[in-house]
């Protein structure tokens, strides 16, 4: 089975600032997904970014981007510029590569992230 | 987002009545998930579907079945609700290897 780790708790740094939040997982498996999904106060879950294991090149959504470090099994996800509206709890999720189902899927604990204006 | 309905949105019920949570996509997915998110907790899955008629359990299943007869309808049923059953549930659908979608989440209390 996978694991998810979100070792961060809770972040807070200023507006347009920039914030890491990090996230390791464990799996045997060398082909998956990892992705990044943003829950903001309004509880809806977003997704941000996508990372499948095979592509070296990180992946990059505006001001997000992550730093996939695939040896190392970590999955950080970067946000520049940080603006009041990144304000939410972001999820690291891991997705094997056959795709769903219930061992297919993980979610890490989630890191509270607050921009202070 | 992607076609993703849950009713009710909120739901206040007593302890050991049945409670049934409905969620409909219109994406045509083959995969629908029903999860709770607790604070401390992330989300945990409590049963998935792979098809119709199709389902399995997931992590936390004790005190919950689902149903689904229709591709776009999956059904969460607490038989007899308990108050460690308040939660958010969310209802998520996923097409062939792609991310999650989800629904806008149900709260619940249970009292």
């Known amino acids: 089975a996978q694991t998810v780790t979100q070792s961060q708790p809770e972040m807070s740094v200023q507006e347009a600032e920039t914030v890491t939040l990090s996230c390791t997982y464990d799996t045997s498996e060398n082909n998956y997904y990892l992705f990044w999904y943003k829950q903001p106060p309004s509880r809806q879950m977003i997704l941000v970014i996508r990372q499948e294991a095979y592509k070296q090149q990180n992946a990059t959504e505006n001001r997000f981007s992550v730093n996939f470090q695939k040896a190392a099994k970590s999955f950080s996800l970067k946000i520049s510029d940080s603006q009041l509206g990144d304000t939410a709890m972001y999820f690291c999720?891991?997705?094997?590569?056959?795709?769903?189902?219930?061992?297919?899927?993980?979610f890490g604990k989630g890191t509270h992230l607050i921009i202070q204006p | 987002d992607a076609g993703i309905t849950q009713s009710p949105r909120h739901k206040v019920t007593e302890t050991g009545t049945p409670v049934t949570l409905r969620c409909h996509q219109t994406?045509?997915?083959?995969?629908m998930y029903w999860y709770r998110q607790d604070p401390g907790h992330g989300l945990r899955l409590i049963h998935y579907?792979?098809?119709?008629?199709?389902?399995d359990k997931g992590e936390v299943s004790d005190g919950y079945s689902v149903s689904r007869s229709k591709t776009e309808d999956f059904l969460l049923t607490l038989e007899s609700a308990t108050s460690s059953q308040t939660s958010v549930y969310f209802c998520?659908?996923?097409?062939?290897?792609?991310?999650?979608?989800f629904g806008n989440g149900t709260r619940l209390t249970v009292t």
């Open positions: 994406e045509n997915h083959r995969y």
């Open positions: 999720a891991f997705m094997m590569w056959s795709g769903g189902g219930a061992d297919g899927l993980t």
């Open positions: 579907s792979y098809g119709v008629k199709d389902t």
């Open positions: 998520a659908t996923q097409g062939a290897n792609s991310p999650l979608h």
